[in-house]
T-cell receptor, first 113, second 119 residues
């Protein structure tokens, strides 16, 4: 079945540590996105990528980094510069186009030890 | 200013009854898309329904319909014949087209409404 796979489901970060969240899709979508969700809040865009080897900052990119070396993969690194990393992280992908819906993964819950 | 406003943090509905979840949006672009997603406790976002700004008729998908009032900039979700499995968070989202033709098509989300279906 086609879809988006996020791993791990739960992740713990120590102070000063970088951690990487995985996102893989087999939908052959060009565009991929990372969103952050805090309790009781909507989703906020961290980074997005429309094609391989290209990505742009979203609304809350500080303290995060991404890469897009392959069409299928869009990993997100939460760096030590992100002072409040505890949140639920959702990866999504879509076909490029104005009315194309986003397909989402099942998310990663990141917590700070 | 918020682009998407969902004024109902929580809603209760009796099983088998209909419920309307409110959403208003703010944009000056003539071309945009409006989406509703469901997020159950498992966390995954599930697409429910889409409405384009130029669509003449309200969108419908099974028990879901979108009450689109363009002049009021509202896009309310109507769920008919509520089921226990409808208990979840519901998010309204908008996609605006980039002015230059390039750029992203990311969605901007509201803060959500928590729907609880009572047996």
């Amino acid at each position: 079945d086609g879809g988006i796979t996020q791993s791990p489901k739960y992740l713990f970060r120590k102070e000063g540590q970088n951690v990487t969240l995985s996102c893989e899709q087999n939908l052959n979508h060009d565009a991929m996105y990372w969103y952050r969700q805090d309790p009781g809040q909507g989703l906020r865009l961290i980074y997005y990528s429309q094609i391989v080897n290209d990505f742009q900052k979203g609304d809350i990119a500080e303290g995060y980094s991404v890469s897009r070396e392959k069409k299928e993969s869009f990993p997100l690194t939460v760096t030590s510069a992100q002072k409040n990393p505890t949140a639920f992280y959702l990866c999504a992908s879509s076909i490029q186009g104005s009315n194309e819906k986003l397909f989402f993964g099942s998310g990663t819950q990141l917590s700070v030890l | 200013a918020q682009k998407i406003t969902q004024t109902q943090p929580g809603m209760f509905v009796q099983e088998k009854e209909a419920v309307t979840l409110d959403c208003t949006y703010d944009t000056s672009d003539p071309s945009y898309g409006l989406f509703w997603y469901k997020q159950p406790s498992s966390g995954e976002m599930i697409f429910l329904i889409y409405q384009g700004s130029y669509d003449q008729q309200n969108a419908t998908e099974g028990r879901y319909s979108l009450n689109f009032q363009k002049a009021r900039k509202s896009a309310n979700l109507v769920i008919s014949a509520s089921q226990l499995g409808d208990s979840a968070m519901y998010f309204c989202a908008m996609r605006e087209l980039p002015h230059s033709g390039a750029g992203s098509y990311q969605l901007t989300f509201g803060k959500g409404t928590k729907l609880s279906v009572i047996p």
